[in-house]
């Protein structure tokens, strides 16, 4: 599985964003996808992960209430929107694919098997 985020860009603050993550291999389909973020001098931050049926959904505390999280599973792709962005949303966003091992949805970047290349999301005041 190979992974391709965009989307990312400079917006202010109350702005949306849609980052999306193209996904390649024929098993991408069975993965859980996973966004997470980083900024410099920190650990990965969890964001959100989606199962392969999209009926199991989880946030990080962070963006609960202001990011969804999608997939389309015909095009390969995950999606994450982002509404009412505030500069503490300044990172690089990583999508990754988690090939599932039991019911419950990973929150750890570690449990992740494939990483795509991030995109930058700058959130200015």
């Known amino acids: 599985v190979q992974l391709q985020a965009s989307g990312g860009g400079l917006v202010q603050a109350g702005d949306s964003l849609r980052l999306s993550c193209a996904a390649s291999?024929?098993?991408?389909?069975?993965?859980?996808m996973g966004w997470f973020r980083q900024t410099p001098g920190k650990e990965r931050e969890f964001v959100a992960a989606?199962?392969?049926?999209?009926?199991?959904?989880a946030y990080g505390d962070s963006v609960k209430g202001r990011f969804t999280i999608s997939r389309d599973n015909s095009e390969s792709a995950a999606y994450l929107q982002m509404n009412r962005l505030k500069p503490d949303d300044t990172a690089v966003y990583y999508c990754?694919?988690?090939?599932?091992?039991?019911?419950?949805?990973?929150?750890?970047?570690?449990?992740?098997?494939?990483w795509g290349r991030g995109t930058l999301v700058t959130v200015s005041s």
């Open positions: 989606i199962s392969t049926s999209s009926l199991r959904i």
């Open positions: 990754a694919a988690d090939r599932p091992s039991g019911a419950e949805l990973s929150l750890a970047a570690s449990d992740y098997e494939y």
């Open positions: 291999g024929l098993a991408a389909r069975s993965f859980y």
